[in-house]
């Protein structure tokens, strides 16, 4: 479909492992989003890119995540030396610019064990 | 951050009901807004936005309602359906930042 799309949609990975996450998004949208979500909790911004700004890393929790987007299309999320905290869904979300809606993808569930 | 958050964290209604739920801002430089649904095991859906240079907004069974001098923000469903049943958040942004989301509030419609 034309919809954002995450992988995996599951990723199990032990403590002190680095994952990485996919994010494809919407063709021809300049504003993509990463937001981390606990099981029965909002949203946590992570990162934000605006076409060739710099992206806005205000929401990294700490510098074992990283993220970047490469010619403007794909991103991908690191965390290194995973922690059982950093179990959540991981969800993507891109726009044609800051100020209209973001569509989401359906999430990458991570599980630290 | 700015803090977005919601009145009630769970709402039950009888379907055909209208339902209302609401949520606040702290950001008065806030000028643009969206309600997302997301159903379980689902990424958040776009029901409907509005601007700060308005106060109502109007879509299908759907309205947004925006009071920027309390900061308050509601969405109000009409005819509620079991289909709506899901978690509703509310979320915000000021110009060059990314959307900013509350807690969210779960409505459960009960036949």
């Known amino acids: 479909g034309a919809g954002v799309s995450q992988s995996p949609s599951n990723k199990v990975t032990e403590k002190g492992k680095d994952v990485e996450l996919r994010c494809d998004p919407i063709s021809g949208h300049t504003a993509l989003y990463w937001y981390r979500q606990s099981l029965g909790q909002g949203l946590e911004f992570l990162i934000y890119f605006q076409g060739n700004s710099a992206p806005d890393k205000s929401g990294l929790p700490s510098d074992r995540f990283s993220a970047e987007r490469t010619g403007g299309s794909v991103s991908t999320l690191t965390i290194q030396r995973t922690q059982q905290e950093d179990s959540a869904v991981y969800l993507c979300?891109?726009?044609?610019?800051?100020?209209?809606?973001?569509?989401f993808g359906q999430g990458t569930r991570l599980t630290v064990v | 951050g700015e803090n977005v958050g919601l009145h009630l964290p769970t709402l039950s209604v009888q379907e055909g009901d209208n339902s209302i739920i609401n949520c606040a801002y702290s950001?008065?430089?806030?000028?643009?807004f969206i309600w997302y649904k997301q159903e379980s095991g689902k990424g958040p859906q776009f029901i409907i936005d509005i601007r700060s240079n308005m106060d109502k907004r109007q879509g299908q069974r759907v309205t947004v309602l925006l009071n920027k001098t309390v900061k308050h923000l509601s969405l109000q469903i009409a005819a509620t359906q079991p289909g709506d049943s899901a978690v509703y958040f509310c979320?915000?942004?000021?110009?060059?930042?990314?959307?900013?989301f509350g807690k969210g509030t779960s409505l459960l419609v009960t036949p």
């Open positions: 979320a915000e942004r000021h110009s060059g930042y990314a959307l900013n």
């Open positions: 950001n008065s430089a806030s000028d643009y």
């Open positions: 979300a891109s726009s044609t610019g800051g100020g209209t809606e973001a569509f």
